[in-house]
């Protein structure tokens, strides 16, 4: 679905991201892992067009996507989250999601701004889409509440919503289950199984080995930049590369 060839990125002298080549498969759950500062964040910038790579390419369902800026690689079906919660907590949990539906379809964040608090009163798609993505994420019934009023997990959820009201096919999500407690991320896990099984294509990042072992069907191992082992769970866990880049982290 995904295909990455040779894609890096330098920061000044510092390679962020150097030479990955991945694929990503359709209706399977791929999770990038790497100790903090292996360049997964920037990894999933390079993908969505905020970052422009400075060697290699991007192709998303066979189509070059390397360069295109990133309300084209969501109009394409490339969705993301952030490792940090970007919701807007003084408005209603659908009008994030009718803001997510606005940004990733139209002009740009002051247009959704404006016009977002009257489509909620007057109808329109994107109050439609934002209630279609809400439902997906099971807040449907906290729609009307502020956003800021909910628990850390569901002001995720709302993230995610926002994220999912492009109607992508690739969903990437950064560190998702971080600042969640234990049961809070078994639900977030169980969440994202139903996206998959809903025919959505996820790829995740995280630095817990442990908390993707159960999660994902493919593993990408990521330290100082590079891709240093990928493969199912069982066979990365067993890496000697990987195993020495967790205990020297
Ligand atoms: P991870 O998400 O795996 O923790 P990041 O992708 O955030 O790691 O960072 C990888 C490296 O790239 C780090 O050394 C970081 O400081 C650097 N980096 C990321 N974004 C930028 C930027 N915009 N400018 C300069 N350096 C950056
Ligand atoms: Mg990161």
Redesign the pocket.
């Known amino acids: 679905m995904l295909e990455v060839e040779g894609l890096g990125i330098r920061?000044?002298g510092?390679h962020?991201?150097q030479n990955v080549t991945a694929n990503i498969k359709p209706g399977k759950i791929t999770a990038i892992i790497?100790?903090?500062?292996?360049?997964?964040?920037?990894?999933f910038?390079l993908i969505s067009g905020f970052?422009q790579p400075t060697t290699g390419r991007i192709r998303f369902q066979g189509q070059d996507i390397t360069r295109l800026p990133t309300h084209d690689v969501v109009a394409r079906g490339i969705a993301r989250t952030f490792?940090t919660t970007t919701i807007y907590k003084e408005l209603t949990v659908l009008e994030n999601a009718m803001i997510g539906h606005r940004v990733r379809t139209r002009a740009g964040l002051w247009d959704a701004l404006l016009k977002t608090g009257r489509e909620k009163r007057d109808g329109g798609g994107s109050r439609d889409g934002g209630m279609a993505a809400l439902e997906r994420v099971g807040l449907a019934p906290q729609a009307n509440l502020l956003a800021g009023a909910l628990t850390q997990e569901g002001q995720k959820r709302v993230g995610i919503a926002m994220a999912l009201s492009s109607d992508p096919k690739l969903l990437l999500l950064?560190e998702p289950a971080a600042g969640m407690n234990p049961e809070e991320t078994v639900n977030l896990m169980a969440l994202i199984r139903e996206l998959v099984v809903g025919g959505l294509t996820v790829a995740l990042?995280e630095?817990k080995m442990s908390l993707v072992m159960g999660l994902a069907d493919e593993i990408l191992v990521?330290h100082h930049?590079q891709k240093i082992a990928e493969g199912t769970p069982a066979q990365v866990s067993r890496d000697p590369a990987v195993i020495e880049a967790y205990l020297g982290s």
């Open positions: 920061f000044g510092n962020a991201v790497g100790p903090n500062g292996a360049g997964k964040s920037t990894f910038n970052y490792q950064d990042v630095h990521m930049g």
